[in-house]
């Protein structure tokens, strides 16, 4: 799976590192600090395909970002937290294509770090319901059968009552979740694209059936669900393809269980909709016009992306899944 | 004319002799259709040969071609592999700046120095499959001018092992034969011509042609047909048959094609037309942004004396300005 894997010298010793490297079966490269090499050449995000490098290293810096406006359901703080730089899913529509200059994959192993800065901040918001999520930059689940940190994170919320962790993902590689008790403030939350067109944007990701049937099976089990429509990519029968979407979560039990469900039609930042032309083309989802919109962002216009999330709302009432539970994500009017 | 960029003599004897090039320089040598450079060893004396060379003549293409070290196991020696990207090293630090060869094949690190010992090697593999001293070089030269750049190398040897220089010196004539032949498959394809659509009757800007083409491609995308039959699903001769300028027919042309993309497009322009006919009945103008980004709705109107001004506070009252935000809202019936 890797070309080469890298790894801070001063972390060879350290046991989590180790563990990593005996599962990967790899000899690595020792460096210094991994941005020696990881993002100092320009290296195109197409390559991954074929000669994606790992990097194992200590994040230095911030530890934890206050999250943006509309990023989860509005009035309790939110952050997220850095656990990897990049992902070894190609969605078409991913903004990482355009956010480093390489797509090799940083994991960082100082969790512990992370969760110090963590409890400071949720010692900073008494009686706060504080939200931390984790997948901004890498999928939350995809590599947690080498890097096994998840204990350690569910601990801090069984620790923390007022702490809510969301694991945002696209996976099925549950191995690791599933040796943990369900808790209401550990949240596993799903991006779901309707069946027909995620085979053809979200390349490499397990199927929406498959994502579908590990919900399934977590909710059987107890655990705390969520799903995020994000993005919404127009097509002439998207509003069909929703509700097919919709009645299958239904028939699984899933509407009713899910703590929320976020809505987002497709947007990108100028050069990130350079690179997802570039890179693919003939993608669908060049078919629609798009405009400049009120924060420079590249999207479908106002009245159009409105039109498509009220639709897909209306349909997610239909299915059962609760008003209060609904929210627009990165929307002037979320 | 093509520019053939070598790095030693050695290397660059067979492509000298197949192709009948005569010497001009102790470093260019030309013939009908190519010019090949002696670059010499390392990134900036290929980049500034390259350059200098750039300035005498008009080149259509630049192909860089020649020996490199192996950074992985894999690659045979004496093979040719086309180059993908390429890489530039100094000091064993990756420097920012890469630049493309070909859409498929090995990536390549070009290195201010040469790797003599496999510790030097090591933090390379990560980077490339094979390494270089001059590509990187030549590449960005052609790049700055626009010249597109291609780059073949020929595996001579695993990178940082003992006895490379000796191998490649006894070698060299085979793998210059080697490299020639390779060039001549190289040139012998030809590059595929553009489709270009030809719309008599209607003018286009640079800018609106490029707007044409990209609609046509969002709909063949969008229909799942050739850009061929989307042209000839346009209409054309209804479009030429009205009568208005070429360049008023480009732009029915594109609206008629966004129309096609756009599902609302057709819905907010008659809503938004019915909403400020009423307004405009009364001598009162109203403009919103066209991107619908904004909702801001500048309202402006004329008047000479101050029974017309009366009459249109008058109408300005019963101006309601929710139709528009419900437009803008996407509030629209759509099947």
Redesign the interface.
């Given at each position: 799976m890797w070309?080469?894997v890298?790894v801070e010298e001063h972390l060879l010793e350290m046991p989590r590192v180790k563990s990593i490297l005996a599962k990967v079966k790899q000899d690595p490269?020792p460096?210094g600090s991994f941005d020696?090499?990881w993002g100092?050449?320009?290296?195109?995000y197409l390559?991954k395909r074929d000669?994606l490098?790992l990097f194992l290293a200590q994040k230095k810096g911030q530890l934890l970002k206050l999250a943006p406006d509309a990023y989860g359901q509005a009035g309790e703080p939110h952050y997220y937290f850095i656990h990897a730089y990049n992902c070894i899913y190609e969605c078409q529509y991913c903004y990482l294509q355009g956010y480093f200059?390489t797509p090799?994959v940083v994991l960082f192993v100082n969790h512990e770090e992370i969760l110090e800065e963590m409890q400071k901040t949720l010692d900073q918001h008494p009686n706060t319901r504080v939200w931390f999520h984790a997948g901004e930059f890498s999928d939350s689940l995809a590599l947690t059968h080498l890097t096994g940190e998840l204990e350690l994170y569910h601990d801090f919320c069984r620790k923390n009552p007022n702490a809510v962790i969301e694991l945002r993902t696209k996976s099925v590689n549950t191995k690791e979740l599933l040796q943990l008790d369900p808790l209401k403030n550990f949240i596993v939350s799903f991006s779901l694209s309707p069946f027909k067109i995620g085979k053809s944007i979200d390349l490499k990701t397990p199927s929406t059936q498959a994502r579908l049937k590990t919900m399934n099976e977590l909710n059987q089990k107890g655990f705390t669900l969520a799903a995020h429509f994000d993005p919404i990519i127009?097509q002439?029968n998207f509003k069909t393809q929703y509700e097919e979407l919709l009645n299958a979560m239904d028939e699984l039990g899933l509407n009713k269980a899910l703590n929320y469900l976020s809505m987002g039609v497709v947007r990108f930042t100028k050069d990130v909709y350079r690179e997802v032309e570039r890179n693919y083309p003939?993608?669908?989802l060049?078919?629609?016009?798009m405009?400049?919109?009120?924060d420079n962002k590249v999207r479908y216009?106002?009245?159009?992306?409105?039109?498509?999330?009220?639709t897909v709302k209306e349909l997610a009432l239909k299915y059962g899944i609760q008003d209060e539970a609904i929210y627009f994500c990165m929307e002037e009017h979320a | 004319m093509h520019l053939i960029t070598m790095a030693h003599l050695g290397e660059a004897q067979g492509v000298i002799e197949l192709f009948n090039l005569k010497r001009i320089t102790p470093q260019v040598f030309e013939g009908d259709n190519l010019t090949c450079l002696i670059t010499g060893e390392g990134p900036f004396e290929a980049a500034t040969s390259a350059a200098y060379l750039f300035g005498q003549k008009n080149y259509t293409s630049v192909i860089n071609l020649g020996i490199a070290g192996s950074l992985s196991a894999e690659l045979v020696i004496g093979s040719i592999h086309p180059v993908?990207?390429v890489?530039?090293v100094i000091d064993g630090?990756?420097?920012?700046?890469?630049f493309?060869s070909l859409e498929k094949g090995i990536?390549c690190v070009t290195s201010f120095e040469r790797i003599l010992s496999p510790n030097k090697a090591?933090?390379l593999?990560?980077?490339a499959?094979l390494v270089d001293r001059e590509a990187w070089g030549v590449a960005m030269a052609a790049k700055t001018l626009s010249i597109p750049f291609q780059s073949y190398k020929l595996i001579s040897d695993e990178a940082g092992s003992l006895g490379a220089c000796e191998v490649v010196r006894e070698k060299a004539e085979e793998w210059s034969q080697q490299l020639a032949l390779y060039l001549k498959t190289i040139l012998v394809k030809v590059e595929k011509e553009t489709d270009t659509f030809k719309l008599e009757g209607f003018h286009f800007t640079f800018t609106t042609r490029h707007q044409f083409e990209q609609l046509l491609?969002?709909?063949s995308?969008?229909d799942e047909l050739l850009l061929d039959e989307v042209f000839a699903s346009l209409p054309l001769d209804n479009i030429k048959n009205e009568i208005m300028s070429p360049k008023e027919r480009a732009k029915a042309l594109l609206n008629f094609m966004?129309g096609k993309?756009?599902?609302?497009k057709e819905k907010?322009q008659e809503g938004l037309a019915n909403w400020k006919a009423i307004s405009e009945k009364n001598g009162i103008s109203l403009q919103t942004d066209q991107?619908?980004?904004?909702q801001e709705v500048k309202v402006s109107f004329n008047v000479s004396n101050n029974e017309e001004l009366n009459q249109k506070i008058k109408s300005l009252a019963e101006l309601n300005i929710k139709p528009f935000i419900n437009?803008?809202?996407?509030?629209?019936h759509?099947e």
């Open positions: 070309n080469k890298y490269i460096l020696e090499i100092q050449s320009k290296k195109p390559h000669s490098n200059n090799d127009y002439d003939d993608s669908p060049h078919s629609t016009p405009i400049k919109s009120f216009n106002h009245p159009m992306r409105m039109w498509m999330m009220n | 993908r990207s890489y530039l630090k990756p420097q920012f700046k890469s493309k990536d090591l933090p593999t990560g980077i499959k491609k969002k709909i995308l969008r966004e993309l756009d599902p609302l907010l991107t619908w980004e904004s437009l803008r809202n996407g509030n629209i759509v």
